[in-house]
């Protein structure tokens, strides 16, 4: 029924019907009217036919109708991703989002205006959401506030527009008071212009008791705290260790020199390395993976959860495994002086970094020594000891070749220090250190990104069906704003569409006190990472096949993709796209998991300091600048916020738009884009998840930049 209904809605001269028509026109009898209504409500709901007045059923294209999934900012603007790749992404402005929340799947009108003689103009793509097809979630945590007449909710994520109003909560194990954290269950939401109704299920308890803060991460981002018993049961059946049958059909490395590079808390070790100089002139590299994919087959309990989790989720004060501990830190972890079963790639590499010849097979190893990045820089810096430092610094030597062919063929230099809050025992930030992506985590990164492309490029001679790892190139509207912004600033800037033109102008930024500010700039310019079916390239990295191949105790692509490429498992190509988008979607569910947790600990240091009333200053950047006040990045706390021109009492200050600066009329201060100044916390919003700064210094002093030829 499904396929002749979809032939139905294809041909040229069919005109939308309602269920009665369809019934007559696919010459169904009246009691398969019932079935029929089942399979368009299950091809609406994933937007591969829409609904349109009179209850009538059409394809969406056909009425400019677009199916997607919907991003909202803290602005309230939407973009929609459409579930076409093909297309591009939609534009929806604030009072264009009915009552679609972040993340939900939509379906979009496209707004399509008259052109007339100017056919070839760029093309406003925005739209407007008509109908939500399916909830990305529909328990919301938020504070539980009471008027003079009702009890309500203020969602914590500052992306719900309105409050929740609830009655009062019953059978929840525990009393609501007022200010306390609460989940609420949302009702059906009609219209934007009313605020939805919902249902308290749960108590969480008051936002400042131990616990309270991370748990409403946790319920949030619906992340679960244990695993179902029959993956337990499964994980633990397979033993703690390595069985002698197992290494049959395996190569044998456990006598080389394998090693394994992490972080110093890490403990699920996905990756390790052995390199060997073969001649003169060339050496074999062996990236060896851990198999997963040996332990959880498709479709069993384990598999069926990892799928759901997609990935593991990092959280500030744990980690939420995709695996249960007994494979992610035990088992399939490649902890040294033990027997470890892996997925290999054995490369043979020129001196100069170039591959020469690839292998892929399964392996076993016996690691012989685990390194933490902190320790690899130490040996790096000093001369080595023993052969397994001597390996470390020649394959650092090597790394670095191939670094430097990578950005000779286009790969773009986007590394930002990472900032990483180290918590003391009672769950407060203790202090926040920067991770440099130093030439320790260089080493690793280069044969890791080296493995993930000789995979695909090996899946796609196969010609297997597989899930790539893909980063389209930006929209040229948001490239050419860009542009337009960096030669406001005087600063020479080519044909952005052009990749050397892109290389050229990071390398600028690089040398320039502004430069961080724009580079930040660029990076929102960018599509977003993703999973897809089709082999779509990589910009950033500049490769035309690339996927995710190097850590599957964490990533459940990884995963499908050992079992696609040794051949255990047939997937078929709807199935992987169904897995592809659903492990986007959890991607970056956890990613936004991720930053809240860092949030919730961040504000509630920031709030003790305002507290204690001796407020640090830290080193921040000026990263937009706008009439009513200017935004700074503040690296010390790996964090954003607005410095507002009220709080600036000193003087009054004027934003010159042309000139994209501001300027006290006393003192004929600027300030602008690029500007590094000292500022201290003023005001923390929990509820806007917004911290405001004042100034503690004024900004540094910016010499006057001549007008070159690239202005505009």
């Given at each position: 029924m499904r396929d002749n209904l979809l032939k139905l809605l294809g041909r040229s001269d069919y005109v939308p019907a309602n269920v009665p028509q369809l019934l007559r026109l696919l010459r169904l009898r009246p009691n398969q009217q019932q079935e029929l209504q089942h399979v368009l409500r299950e091809l609406e709901h994933g937007g591969t036919i829409a609904r349109i007045k009179g209850n009538r059923y059409?394809?969406?294209?056909?009425?400019?109708?677009?199916?997607?999934?919907?991003?909202?900012?803290?602005?309230?603007?939407?973009?929609?991703?459409?579930?076409?790749a093909d297309l591009k992404e939609i534009?929806?402005?604030?009072?264009?989002?009915?009552?679609?929340?972040?993340?939900?799947?939509?379906?979009?009108?496209?707004?399509?205006?008259?052109?007339?003689?100017?056919?070839?103009?760029?093309?406003?793509?925005t739209g407007k959401v008509i109908r939500v097809l399916a909830r990305r979630r529909t328990q919301i945590v938020g504070t539980l506030q009471r008027s003079r007449q009702f009890l309500y909710v203020i969602p914590d994520d500052p992306r719900v527009p309105h409050d929740i109003y609830v009655p009062e909560p019953r059978d929840v194990g525990r009393p609501a008071h007022v200010g306390d954290k609460v989940v609420v269950e949302l009702r059906d939401w009609q219209s934007r212009h009313t605020s939805p109704e919902g249902e308290i299920i749960e108590v969480l308890g008051a936002p400042d008791a131990e616990g309270v803060d991370m748990l409403s991460v946790l319920r949030q981002y619906d992340l679960p705290l244990h695993f179902p018993k029959p993956a337990l049961h499964e994980a633990r059946s397979f033993g703690a260790a390595v069985r002698p049958h197992e290494l049959a059909g395996?190569?044998?490395?456990?006598a080389h020199r394998v090693i394994t590079i992490d972080p110093d808390d890490a403990k699920d070790f996905d990756d390790a390395i052995c390199l060997q100089r073969v001649s003169r002139d060339q050496w074999k590299l062996w990236v060896h993976i851990a198999d997963v994919s040996h332990y959880v087959k498709p479709g069993r309990p384990l598999d069926l959860e990892a799928r759901k989790r997609g990935n593991s989720t990092y959280l500030v004060d744990r980690v939420i495994p995709m695996l249960p501990e007994a494979l992610s830190n035990e088992l399939c972890s490649l902890k040294p002086d033990t027997n470890r079963l892996t997925k290999c790639v054995e490369f043979l590499l020129s001196n100069d970094g170039r591959v020469l010849a690839r292998r892929f097979y399964s392996a076993v190893?016996?690691?012989?020594?685990?390194?933490?990045?902190?320790?690899?820089?130490?040996?790096?810096q000093r001369k080595p000891s023993g052969p397994i430092e001597q390996m470390i610094h020649h394959a650092n030597d090597l790394a670095q070749r191939i670094r430097r062919l990578r950005f000779k063929a286009g790969s773009l230099d986007l590394d930002f220090p990472e900032m990483k809050i180290r918590l003391d025992e009672r769950g407060r930030v203790a202090r926040i250190e920067k991770v440099e992506n130093d030439i320790s985590h260089q080493l690793i990164e280069e044969y890791m990104l080296l493995a993930n492309e000789a995979v695909a490029t090996r899946l796609l001679a196969l010609n297997r069906s597989a899930i790539f790892r893909v980063h389209e190139p930006p929209d040229e509207r948001r490239l050419q704003e860009f542009r337009e912004d960096v030669l406001s600033h005087n600063?020479?800037?080519?044909?952005?569409?052009?990749?050397?033109?892109?290389?050229?102008?990071?390398?600028?930024?690089?040398?320039?006190?502004i430069g961080p500010a724009l580079k930040i700039g660029f990076l929102k310019s960018l599509m977003r990472a993703r999973y897809a079916v089709e082999p779509l390239g990589h910009y950033g990295l500049a490769k035309g096949k690339y996927t995710h191949f190097t850590s599957p105790i964490r990533r459940y692509a990884d995963l499908v993709v050992h079992r696609v490429l040794f051949g255990q498992d047939k997937a078929f190509g709807q199935q992987l796209r169904e897995t592809a988008d659903h492990i986007s979607d959890t991607e970056r569910n956890s990613a936004d998991a991720e930053r809240d947790s860092k949030d919730v600990k961040l504000f509630a240091f920031l709030n003790a300091q305002l507290a204690s009333g001796r407020p640090q200053s830290y080193p921040a950047l000026v990263i937009d600048v706008r009439n009513f006040g200017f935004f700074v990045d503040v690296p010390g706390l790996a964090m954003s916020g607005l410095v507002p021109l009220s709080s600036l009492v000193d003087d009054f200050f004027v934003f010159e738009p042309a000139r994209n600066h501001l300027v006290g009329r006393r003192t004929r201060r600027i300030i602008r884009l690029g500007d590094r100044v000292e500022v201290q916390v003023a005001k923390v919003d929990t509820f806007k998840k917004q911290v405001e700064f004042r100034l503690t210094t004024a900004p540094a002093a910016t010499p006057k930049r001549r007008k070159g030829p690239f202005s505009r």
């Open positions: 059409i394809r969406p294209r056909e009425a400019d109708l677009i199916p997607g999934r919907i991003r909202i900012n803290r602005q309230g603007k939407g973009i929609l991703l459409p579930d076409d534009t929806i402005p604030e009072s264009a989002t009915s009552t679609a929340l972040h993340e939900d799947h939509v379906l979009v009108r496209r707004d399509v205006r008259p052109r007339g003689a100017r056919a070839h103009a760029p093309e406003d793509n395996r190569e044998d490395c456990r190893i016996h690691s012989q020594r685990r390194f933490a990045y902190p320790e690899v820089l130490a040996i790096l600063i020479p800037c080519g044909n952005l569409s052009r990749r050397s033109e892109v290389q050229k102008l990071l390398e600028k930024l690089g040398t320039l006190p």
